[in-house]
DNA sequence: CTGAAAGCGCTTACAG
DNA sequence: CTGAAAGCGCTTACAG
């Protein structure tokens, strides 16, 4: 036998006033004599009331809920993104319809899911969308945002750090330490993250006329491992590997390790993200930094913005971050 | 201008038929002619039609959400946790409202939170309830559940692993493998987790006649590390240290090897959860696997029990894991 | 400033 | 098997 809440009406019928005023009440902004006020507020508390959010999310066409879709994850990078955003979206209002995926894409199921609740939007992280998915989103007016993702083929907003000018610019850092024959760890290469990092390092090098070579990865550090044993057995050894998430990058430290070699003296190795790890002492690890609050702050803000507005083109939003240099890279005498 | 999404009326105009029917169609174990049910269906398919959760919730007194409320972890065990209660709930046909705590306790805000959107139980992982909230739970007849915690005081369900016996395990485990003066570096002191750790690792000990050392350190990696070094830098340094967590005993064996000592030979390290890190070829450590498959089935299972059966008196349920011998420890000659 | 009434989108006895 | 009607707990014009 479930003992139902009690609501407004109960309230009301203590209070001596009419249901609409103990829903005045409640509701910020309303006309409601200060004496009433109290007098209502004396009793909700007496009697232990709550507004019910479903019922008034159902009159008001308004849930306050936001629903985020987050790929599994084995890179604490997104334990970090997942706090900031629940704390974000809190401190606005929204509160967050979790859901975790295991594909690449976010299926049809878990939009369903956030459909049937009447998010009011839909951040979608570490992972795609179909343009089926994305086009019946926009049927139903509701807004989604992707992380640290974009597609070209998928009109979408989305905010990620600008891999491309990042990996130059790691390359860059390289190739002035005076490292010649680098290698790339992708992630899984069908994420833009992973492509851009690829395309930037890539494409300043050749510009300097170095040939990079590529070892296929997936974000996680046995993939890593594995990749960067391949590297450093080949004939013509790399002497610097950067890797496309930190993940990435510690799997090829501990490899290096493995082998024998000294890190940074034989082989320099680069990371992205700038993980708490990264700073531990036993990896000390050179990477890109990512703005992660900043990153967050713009999601939610785009996203909230896009809830207010008209349909927009949608836009791609990219942040810099910035190189911390560790003790994985060093000047090359 | 919204467009609002199409509600059962209108397929039911579309479909000639009744509103009742429609959300017939759409209740599993309705009486609905396959005929009906099919036109129902196809118009419901071309509308784009979805069944509004929400007001399904109101009327059935029924959400199908459960409340996740976790605290602020930079313990990737947790996000394994997480995904897995995601997954777990979702397999039983429940949403995951989730809630991120930045305090040792749930906050009345969060509670709160939970109680206006109507969660059908509330799962709390890392962290504690004031008996406040428990009895505010409880008046509200919402099922609640510790996960990796229990209290003592404040009466309510609990799943955790069998800290004590399994740190006892590990104490008798160093004591055989011919240590002799152990460390223990403890977790947040406040934690059920660490304090059991904590009693079963030094009554082992001391039944064999020897006094634990013990330095204070919170979970995380910067302190386990600083903890460490004072361990190692006292007159009497141990030969062993055991972590109240995996994060914590890699912060020990990164100050080992600072300190020039070698790991397992001159210092042992033991950690508990078995983190996925652990295994990495420059860790190998030493430490407790929580059995955490088993923990969450468990968990999700006791918490839909009491969802369905009168109070009972709470219980506190544990599992227990097992140790996993690696590289960070050693057979002493 | 306050109350009576309509309505948000659903489910479910009740009657046929 | 199906429809008309009541009701879940709220908000908000409307009238006073």
Redesign the pocket.
């Known amino acids: 036998m479930k003992k139902?809440?009690?609501?407004?009406?109960?309230?009301?019928r203590v209070a001596?006033?009419?249901?609409?005023?103990?829903?005045?009440?409640?509701?910020p902004?309303?006309?409601?004599?200060?004496?009433?006020?109290r007098k209502v507020l004396e009793v909700a508390k007496e009697l232990g009331?709550?507004?019910?959010?479903?019922?008034?999310g159902?009159?008001?066409?308004?849930t306050n809920i936001v629903g985020l879709a987050m790929r599994d994850m084995e890179n604490p990078f997104y334990h970090e993104v997942l706090g900031k955003f629940t704390k974000g979206l809190r401190d606005k209002g929204y509160h967050v319809l979790f859901v975790y995926t295991e594909n690449d894409e976010i299926q049809q199921e878990e939009i369903t899911q956030f459909l049937e609740y009447s998010v009011e939007g839909v951040i979608v992280t570490d992972a795609y969308l179909s343009s089926k998915v994305v086009t019946q989103l926009h049927e139903n007016n509701i807004p989604v945002i992707l992380f640290n993702r974009y597609s070209k083929d998928v009109p979408c907003y989305s905010v990620s750090c600008d891999n491309y000018t990042a990996a130059r610019q790691i390359a860059s850092y390289l190739y002035e330490q005076g490292y010649r024959k680098m290698a790339y760890i992708t992630g899984r290469t069908n994420t833009s993250t992973s492509q851009d990092r690829q395309r930037g390092f890539c494409e300043f090098l050749q510009e300097k006329g170095i040939e990079p070579m590529m070892e296929e990865g997936d974000y996680t550090y046995e993939k890593a491992y594995d990749a960067a044993i391949r590297l450093l057995k080949s004939s013509q050894r790399p002497d610097a590997i950067f890797g496309a998430n930190d993940i990435t990058a510690l799997g090829a430290l501990d490899a290096a390790e493995a082998m024998g070699l000294n890190v940074p003296n034989d082989i320099a190795v680069v990371g992205f993200d700038n993980i708490k790890m990264a700073s531990w002492p036993s990896h000390e690890l050179t990477t890109w930094e990512q703005p992660v609050d900043e990153m967050i702050e713009l999601t939610i803000n785009t996203l909230l913005n896009e809830m207010k507005i008209e349909a927009v083109e949608p836009v791609s939003k990219l942040v810099s971050g910035r190189l911390i240099e560790r003790g994985t890279t060093r000047k090359k005498i």
């Open positions: 139902k809440p009690v609501n407004a009406m109960e309230v009301a001596k006033v009419s249901q609409s005023t103990v829903s005045r009440v409640f509701t902004g309303s006309n409601v004599s200060e004496k009433t006020k009331y709550r507004p019910n959010a479903l019922a008034r159902l009159i008001m066409n308004k």
